[in-house]
């Protein structure tokens, strides 16, 4: 059997509009032939894309395969990875809590989690958003570790020494984003999700959203 390597990429596109679009103006789904045509001339393109305005879906169409080598094709309730995607939105998350003056990015992890390593102490909240904390990118086994709870996956990071010290140089870190991540529970009193859902996906208008696979072999 031949394994491909995946790379598994989101790409969300938003547009945000204060005026209204009435019914008569909102085109159809026939009206998009040129979205159709663009993502069909992209070589080995495989994606779902959608396009909403004012909440309601005026297009939406699936392209390529959700497994060559299956020869399984994408479909509007195909499932993909959303990776460092999230990255962003914790970030946003972040700046959220700034602005209600309950985060402050100049002060130290330790000011919101007290319970850290010792070299822990020093990380500010803006190097945690810019992958200056010193913190791993992750673990080399972290794929083999899917099923530990937050709490598991947080005292296991804590064992970790730091790649450099912090505020010494950029090394993108995925334990930098889970940490953030546990800052604004903290923080916000809520689930992180719950959060995210209040204050983010409620509270914006998504005009365009399209979520892309790119299969690289």
């Given at each position: 059997?031949?394994?491909h390597?995946?790379?598994?990429?989101?790409?969300?596109?938003?547009?945000?509009?204060?005026?209204?679009?009435?019914?008569?103006?909102?085109?159809?789904?026939?009206?998009?032939?040129?979205?159709?045509?663009?993502?069909q001339?992209?070589?080995?393109?495989?994606?779902?894309?959608?396009?909403?305005i004012?909440?309601k879906?005026?297009?939406?169409?699936?392209?390529?395969?959700?497994?060559?080598?299956?020869?399984?094709?994408?479909?509007?309730?195909?499932?993909?990875?959303?990776?460092?995607?999230?990255?962003?939105?914790?970030?946003?998350?972040?700046?959220?809590?700034?602005?209600?003056?309950l985060?402050?990015?100049?002060?130290?992890?330790?000011?919101?989690?007290?319970?850290?390593?010792?070299?822990?102490k020093?990380?500010?909240?803006?190097?945690?958003?810019?992958?200056?904390?010193?913190?791993?990118?992750?673990?080399?086994?972290?794929?083999?570790?899917?099923?530990?709870?937050?709490e598991?996956?947080?005292?296991?990071?804590?064992?970790?020494?730091?790649?450099?010290?912090?505020?010494?140089?950029?090394?993108?870190?995925?334990?930098?984003?889970?940490?953030l991540?546990?800052?604004?529970?903290?923080?916000?009193?809520?689930?992180?999700?719950?959060?995210?859902?209040?204050?983010?996906?409620?509270?914006?208008?998504?005009?365009?959203?399209?979520?892309?696979t790119?299969?690289?072999?």
């Amino acid at each position: 059997m031949n394994f491909h390597k995946l790379l598994f990429f989101s790409l969300i596109i938003t547009i945000a509009y204060s005026c209204n679009v009435s019914d008569k103006q909102k085109p159809s789904n026939g009206d998009y032939q040129e979205f159709d045509d663009f993502f069909q001339s992209i070589e080995n393109f495989s994606g779902n894309a959608l396009v909403a305005i004012d909440g309601k879906s005026t297009y939406s169409k699936s392209f390529g395969y959700a497994s060559r080598e299956l020869l399984v094709k994408n479909t509007i309730d195909t499932k993909f990875r959303i990776g460092s995607i999230s990255k962003p939105i914790t970030a946003v998350a972040v700046m959220i809590l700034i602005e209600k003056g309950l985060i402050d990015v100049n002060e130290h992890l330790s000011t919101y989690i007290s319970d850290i390593p010792v070299t822990w102490k020093d990380i500010t909240i803006h190097q945690l958003l810019t992958h200056t904390s010193g913190l791993a990118y992750q673990p080399e086994d972290m794929d083999m570790k899917h099923n530990l709870t937050v709490e598991e996956t947080f005292e296991m990071y804590q064992s970790l020494p730091l790649v450099q010290e912090s505020g010494t140089a950029m090394n993108y870190s995925n334990m930098g984003y889970f940490v953030l991540s546990i800052i604004i529970e903290k923080v916000s009193n809520l689930p992180f999700d719950s959060f995210v859902q209040e204050e983010i996906l409620k509270n914006w208008k998504w005009s365009i959203l399209a979520e892309i696979t790119l299969i690289e072999y």
